[in-house]
């Protein structure tokens, strides 16, 4: 399994520490109403260079502009300077060449779910190129005999959700991503991309074979192992907005099992220290076939997850850790399709056996959260005692306002509470950012202590992490800066954690 710029080991364990809110409490500094509008920009030949491009530009107080401006997460309400709705390479090629032209930062948007509003450009100012128009998905080869390898070619601005229908529908197919059905391909690719088919087949990156993007001259350029290796290097794990425009990913896709079985198990919290030592041994001997999480909360443990195989092989697999953790509370296990357990974990409240209802004919749908934060730490090594500790103290402490928080362990986020119809520039819920970053630093001694240098997952991306470069990248950082300054030496796909010329 490669991780290459995550600099991850492949036993590495992840904590997702998460609070999600929907309203109440603190004034963010840019809600709307409450602050002056940015003027437009004092340079009209930008505005005059996108003019080809028509009504996909979205102007500055239109009414189009603010029904999409904003990303998934409503608390960021950066001003963008403009924002194109591209629906073509071709598209993505004008703007790009305009915004270098006027040196306007770059802001790619797949799915726009930034932890820190980064797919609205971190702040004012930026071109937001949403990709939401190039969302095709075409399997070709696979088809047995002498046929070539199977091959998806998927339009960066695609959604997992109708991802995974598309590839089921076009033979059966799936890939190893994750389970929220509105993330998109993009961001959760370029950033790494678990799953819980992570552990058979590694994460999204290990299947990506080709990617097509657009760089900082407005070039088309094709980047894969063969052709632009060091750029596929940069691209897989610390390519997310840093180093050009990706029109399209090729992926290797998987064929699941033919059975698979999605299961829940949970404890009450007062078994919470037995159940995470046990879960924590089990990582070095569970099949490759069980794909898991743990959610830790005030309301106890969850563990779930999709197992490929049968019922009655899920059982035997399984049962070393069950046998160890102690008779769970209540438990479903369900045999069907790995397309079954994939809409169960995506949390879309229709009818549970219509997977069209993955096809998700808006935005966002009902078991999105649009108020959200996020926190990483990725362990080197099985927990400690301490941190184990610390799982069950904080996992039963719930912020005031919160609509969730948890904790999610994965064996190397999360549930969406909801809200469909939220409002951007809502005030902030001061009590549950208090809460993870109280939480955040009691973790951060405990692993500062015991397992070495902090170690984050880059598609949690924050900026409070302590030295976030190293953090998120390792020594990958001094080659992925060369590679930086050699494709983008104008630094035109900024924002305030991209990949810096040096």
């Known amino acids: 399994m490669r991780f290459d710029t995550l600099s991850l080991s492949a036993s590495a364990l992840i904590l997702l520490l998460s609070s999600q809110f929907s309203q109440a409490y603190i004034i963010p500094p840019h ?98 190129l949403d990709l939401t128009g190039l969302n095709s998905v075409a399997v070709t080869g696979g088809s047995g005999g002498s046929g070539s390898d199977p091959r998806a070619k998927v339009g960066s601005g695609t959604r997992l959700g109708p991802l995974y229908l598309a590839l089921f529908k076009q033979g059966g197919w799936t890939l190893n991503a994750g389970t929220c059905p509105s993330v998109g391909v993009g961001g959760h690719t370029l950033g790494g991309g678990f799953g819980l088919l992570s552990r058979k087949h590694g994460l999204l990156i290990d299947s990506l074979l080709e990617i097509e993007l657009v760089n900082a001259d407005g070039e088309l350029i094709t980047v894969s192992a063969f052709d632009n290796p060091d750029l596929f290097y940069a691209l897989r794990g610390a390519g997310g907005g840093s180093y050009g425009v990706v029109t399209s990913f090729t992926f290797k896709p998987i064929k699941p099992s033919a059975k698979a079985t999605s299961f829940t198990y949970n404890w009450p919290l007062s078994q919470a220290s037995k159940v995470l030592k046990a879960y924590v041994d089990y990582q070095s001997t569970a099949s490759r076939d069980v794909g898991v999480e743990m959610n830790v909360g005030a309301d106890g443990l969850m563990m779930y997850g999709i197992f490929q195989g049968p019922k009655s092989a899920q059982a ?103 809200n469909p119809d939220a409002e951007p520039g809502k005030p902030d819920c001061a009590a549950c950012l208090k809460w993870m970053n109280d939480m955040y630093a009691a973790f951060l001694d405990d692993f500062k202590k015991n397992y070495g240098p902090v170690r984050g997952y880059q598609n949690y991306i924050d900026k409070a992490i302590p030295n976030w470069q190293d953090a998120y990248y390792g020594s990958a950082i001094t080659r992925l800066k060369q590679i930086k300054s050699a494709v983008d030496p104008s630094n035109l796909f900024r924002f305030p954690q991209s990949i810096p010329l040096k």
């Open 316 to 418: 035997a697999a399984l049962a070393p850790f069950l046998t160890a953790a102690g008779k769970p509370s209540s438990s479903d296990v369900r045999e069907g399709r790995h397309i079954d357990g994939q809409l169960r974990f995506a949390y879309i409240y229709k009818d549970p056996k219509d997977i069209n209802a993955l096809g998700l004919t808006g935005s966002y749908k009902p078991g999105d959260s649009r108020y959200t934060k996020g926190k990483s730490l990725v362990y080197p090594s099985a927990l400690k005692s301490s941190t184990i500790e610390l799982l069950k103290k904080w996992g039963g402490m719930t912020p005031a306002g919160g609509t969730a928080s948890y904790i999610i362990v994965d064996l190397w986020g999360g549930a969406w509470d909801e």
């Open 31 to 128: 809600a709307p109403g409450l602050v002056a509008r940015a003027e437009p920009l004092a340079n009209s030949t930008f505005i005059t260079c996108l003019k080809p491009l028509g009504a996909k530009v979205l102007k500055r107080n239109t009414s189009d502009f603010e029904k999409n401006r904003y990303a998934f997460d409503l608390r960021y309400t950066y001003e963008p300077e403009v924002v194109v709705m591209a629906s073509s390479a071709a598209d993505v090629q004008v703007a790009v060449k305009c915004a270098k032209a006027s040196n306007v930062p770059v802001a790619p948007r797949s799915g726009g779910h930034s932890f820190e509003g980064y797919s609205i450009g971190g702040e004012d100012g930026s071109l937001v």
